[in-house]
């Protein structure tokens, strides 16, 4: 945030102000007030561009692995980073495998992006036939990500009026009272690196396998993209 500049005038300082501080409040020193105020917001926003511009991209700097990477930057709401591995198909059975090493340190959802024949514009979900196993695992063989099962059992999030749906598992839960009477989410068999569903927080310098398995096959498949995306301030 810019720095508040005073910019008082002769009455804002009031009658007792001393006389070299009422002549330093004429015209022409208010004019120089206003100018420093200007370039000081000048100053700290271009400072503020240039940090969000340095800032941008970082991330797909560092990643090293499979697929592309991109970095929305730190002025992204919701989905700042989204490593795209490429496309699936959903029409035949068959495994697919991925290294991804250096993801920011942001909560990730591993999910199926699908382009509907029609734009989502109802809750009428589409048909996701088929079903789908995640794993993920580090270098170390510890498992991450479990989950599998028919697609129509995922979670299905779209945005209104856009063609593409996004699919992603939850975990287990289970809900406690608090004190006050309200009712809190607790998630069960949380794995390691945070991992719960298809959800997962990576640690850094640290090289995951992910693999996905076709285990039955669409009969018209849609487009399908294998997503990782996480990360914004909301």
């Known amino acids: 945030m810019p720095s508040k500049v005073s910019t008082k005038s002769d009455e804002d300082h009031g009658p007792e102000a001393p006389y070299h501080l009422r002549l330093s409040c004429g015209p022409a020193a208010q004019q120089d007030v206003r100018r420093t105020a200007m370039l000081t917001r000048l100053t700290l926003t271009l400072a503020t ?5 340095v800032t941008l991209g970082c991330a797909s700097w560092t990643y090293q692995g499979d697929g592309r990477l991109r970095d929305s930057g730190p002025l992204a709401a919701r989905h ?5 591995l490429g496309p699936i198909d959903l029409g035949r059975t ?9 993801l920011p340190a942001a909560d990730f959802a591993v999910g199926l992006e699908i382009v509907e024949a029609e734009a989502n514009l109802t809750m009428n979900r589409p048909t996701h036939s088929g079903s789908v196993r995640l794993l993920l695992e580090t270098s170390n063989h510890e498992i991450v990500i479990s989950e599998g099962g028919p ?5 299905w999030t779209f945005s209104r009026g856009e063609f593409e749906s996004f699919l992603y598992r939850t975990g287990e839960e289970h809900w406690i ?7 809190s989410p607790v998630a069960d068999g949380v794995r390691i690196d945070e991992g719960w569903g298809s959800f997962f927080l990576p640690r850094p310098e ?3 396998q992910l693999t996905l398995e076709v285990l039955e096959a669409q009969a018209q498949p849609r487009p399908t993209r294998l997503l990782v995306r996480g990360g914004g301030w909301k």
């Open 177 to 183: 009272t608090n004190k006050d009477g309200t009712t």
């Open 206 to 208: 640290i090289t995951y």
């Open 151 to 155: 697609l129509k059992s995922w979670v």
């Open 80 to 84: 700042r980073y989204v490593l795209d």
């Open 49 to 53: 561009i240039t940090s969000s511009v």
């Open 94 to 102: 068959g495994r697919h495998t991925y290294t991804m090493t250096n």
